[in-house]
């Protein structure tokens, strides 16, 4: 069974650092990566990673989040430095299967950055 399981979210202030994690189990995975959905947005790429370790992040990210992988222990995890209160919103992990292409979400976690 696959899941995808996203944690550490929470409430920062204007410049600070959290880092989440999206653990994923039950599959082989190919490319995860981080999503986000402000209120009356549509949900939007943050930064994703392949199995291979290619990286690509969103232009609005750049220079502030970092997403890494960790092949032992399924979870990639986004790094997200000099937060800005734009950068709130709901943030989803999307899991791909490598082998088979199809997608799993988790739950979201919350991030919430304060002016």
């Known amino acids: 069974q696959v899941q995808v399981v996203e944690s550490g979210g929470g409430l920062v202030q204007a410049g600070g650092s959290l880092r989440l994690s999206c653990a994923a189990s039950g599959s082989t995975f190919g490319t995860i990566g981080w999503y986000r959905q402000a209120p009356g947005k549509q949900r939007e790429l943050v930064a994703e990673i392949s199995s291979g370790g290619m990286a690509n992040s969103a232009d609005s990210v750049k220079g502030r989040f970092a997403i890494s992988r960790d092949y032992v222990k399924n979870t990639v995890y986004l790094q997200m430095n000099s937060l800005k209160p734009e950068d709130t919103a709901v943030y989803y992990c999307?899991?791909?299967?490598?082998?088979?292409?199809?997608?799993?979400w988790g739950q979201g976690t919350q991030v919430t950055v304060s002016s």
């Open positions: 999307k899991a791909r299967l490598r082998f088979f292409g199809s997608e799993y």
